[in-house]
């Protein structure tokens, strides 16, 4: 296997593995960060959705979990609705899991895209903006700053010092994700960098990154971002080809539920007019999949699509929410298999 050039950073995603009879339920995922510390991943994440059976709707209690289980890798959330909570709150949260990671937590966060979720927390979805925009405001002033008080729109209180302070300084990291272009300026000017999301082509992907590198440069800011992708890797090729369509035909029915740009509206307006997509043309914008070659391959032509320094990816990922059984398509042992991999094969060729 060739080297590319340049060396990237890899991050990747926790599947929510739950096995309810268990005596530890979480094993499987404390296992598979174990895996991800070990196969040089810098940052596992979990994601977060309420009332949806195979969705952490508290992800930050199981990252506390995680942060006792591993050493040196970071925490992450991808992505946590911060719009839906008190911010004041989950600042006290968010730094109880720094102090116990020692330091080790970014708070990945977006705006969701389900209405009932902000129903249900007494919150209208046509507000999710404003909210993330506040939300977004308290959690640096309360990290930053003892003693602070804040008068805003959804949020109040007195004058209050968060305990404990977190670890990190001034804060822990605040990634902010979208594809809207306000939700891409918000990522500029509120968060310490943006996440691309795993659904949107590339070129959807390309013109996001123009909007949030001109408004970092009018901020006088650093452009940071990183890219997530949905990825299926084997050392067979063949039996990846085999699994791709029934992973992709998953992938498709989740995308429904949260399409948002022109580009990805487009495929499935072709998918519903009776045209026969190829997977593999749906899966070479959008995936990384393959051999490890394939995939060093489809890295390497996304950044230099991109100029991407950071690859997030989330193994077996992506069933729809009323899938009903696992958020994925692959077991732990597959989907350690693939992280395994992926470290041997994959990491080395860009570090």
Do not use: K
């Not at 991943?41 to 930050?60: C, K, Q, R, Y």
């Not at 730094?95 to 129903?119: F, H, K, N």
């Not at 495929?267 to 043309?281: N, Q, T, Y």
């Amino acid at each position: 296997m060739g080297r590319a050039p340049g060396r990237m950073e890899f991050s990747c995603s926790l599947p929510v593995l739950r096995d309810r009879a268990a005596r530890h339920p979480y094993q499987h995922m404390f296992d598979l960060a174990r895996v991800a510390e070990a196969s040089g991943f810098s940052t596992v994440t979990i994601g977060h959705h309420h009332f949806m059976a195979e969705n952490l709707s508290d992800p930050l209690t199981v990252l506390a979990a995680v942060a006792a289980r591993t050493d040196s890798v970071r925490l992450g959330t991808g992505i946590f609705q911060l719009p839906l909570h008190d911010p004041l709150r989950v600042a006290e949260q968010v730094a109880t899991v720094d102090e116990l990671s020692g330091g080790r937590v970014t708070l990945g966060v977006g705006l969701g895209w389900w209405p009932t979720e902000y129903e249900a927390h007494g919150a209208r979805f046509s507000e999710r903006g404003a909210r993330m925009d506040e939300a977004l405001e308290v959690l640096r002033l309360v990290w930053s700053e003892e003693r602070a008080s804040f008068d805003g729109r959804f949020t109040r209180f007195p004058e209050v010092t968060v305990q404990p302070r977190p670890v990190q300084v001034p804060h822990p990291p605040l990634w902010v994700a979208g594809v809207d272009d306000r939700a891409v300026r918000r990522a500029a000017r509120l968060g310490d960098a943006w996440i691309a999301g795993p659904v949107q082509s590339l070129a959807t992907v390309r013109s996001c990154l123009a909007v949030y590198r001109d408004e970092c440069a009018r901020l006088a800011r650093p452009a940071a971002w990183a890219l997530r992708r949905y990825a299926w890797v084997g050392a067979d090729g063949d039996r990846v080809q085999d699994v791709l369509p029934r992973y992709v035909e998953s992938l498709l029915a989740h995308w429904r539920e949260s399409v948002e740009d022109l580009a990805e509206r487009s495929l499935f307006e072709r998918i519903d007019a009776g045209e026969m997509v190829p997977p593999a043309e749906i899966a070479a914008d959008r995936l990384v999949w393959g051999t490890p070659d394939q995939a060093v391959a489809q890295i390497e032509r996304y950044r230099a699509g991109t100029g991407c320094t950071h690859l997030h990816v989330a193994f077996g990922a992506g069933l729809p929410a009323d899938a009903g059984g696992p958020s994925g398509l692959g077991d732990a042992g597959e989907v350690a298999e693939m992280m395994r991999l992926f470290g041997s094969e994959v990491i080395p060729a860009f570090a």
